[in-house]
């Protein structure tokens, strides 16, 4: 049965724009595994400019399904998951100027710098996944570096202007889940998903694990975020 993480950094990005103690991403959290979520996600950028140090801590702290943390590849990421020790670590590109992240991990041009890297979280006890786009060069590069999951940027497939793009793109996504399972990686997706698009992926079992963040946000401003995780849930399995 497939899998819903949600990713609470918009509920952050809320209260970072008073710069106050509301509404709080650990509270959104316990209620949206509450709704049915099998994970929680937070991105801990280096501009901090969402969830803050306190808020990784205190989700290690009260989450009960699984912590994913998506960082980028620095010393001080790494420091900090080795002491924090989330269940899972997803590795993603970051660039200061971006609104989001734009685009999956150059995994095959940087392969000994990743393969170090992961070597020494997996040193420090942390399960690694990277986030690429839905081509076999990247995927296997992964595989090579040492992760055990890959999450595929579905973000071409949800911008996609038409029906026939959209299917077009969402094959690309199948053939990238089929090859990265067949050589022993486990699947995620996300990025842009939403509760239209979501629906072409029901009952493809080669896609684990759904990763999505904003489109939940934006639909528990206006129905709260229990109803907001149960519809999206009810989604994926259908």
Known sequence: MPKLEVNVDHIATLRQARLIDEP??????????????????V????DRRHIQDRDLILLRRTVKSRLNLEMAATDEMLNIASEVQPDLVTLVPEKRAELTTEGGLEVA????????????LQEAGLQVSLFVNPVARQIDAAMEAGARW?????????????????????EELLIAARH?????LEVKCGHGLNYRNIKRFRGYDEFAEY????????????????????????????
């Open 24 to 41: 709080d991403p650990v509270t959104a959290a316990a209620l949206a595994e509450l709704a049915g979520a099998d994970g929680i996600i």
């Open 109 to 120: 041009g940087n392969l000994e710098f990743l393969k170090d890297y992961i070597r020494r």
């Open 180 to 184: 990265a399972r067949s050589i022993g």
């Open 150 to 170: 890959v999450e595929l940027h579905t973000g071409a497939y949800a911008e996609a202007k038409s029906e026939d793009e959209a299917e077009e793109l969402f």
């Open 43 to 46: 991105h801990l950028r280096e």
């Open 211 to 238: 990763s999505i963040g904003h489109s939940i946000i934006a639909r528990a401003v206006l129905v709260g975020i229990e109803r907001a995780v149960r519809e999206m849930v009810e989604l994926i399995r259908g």
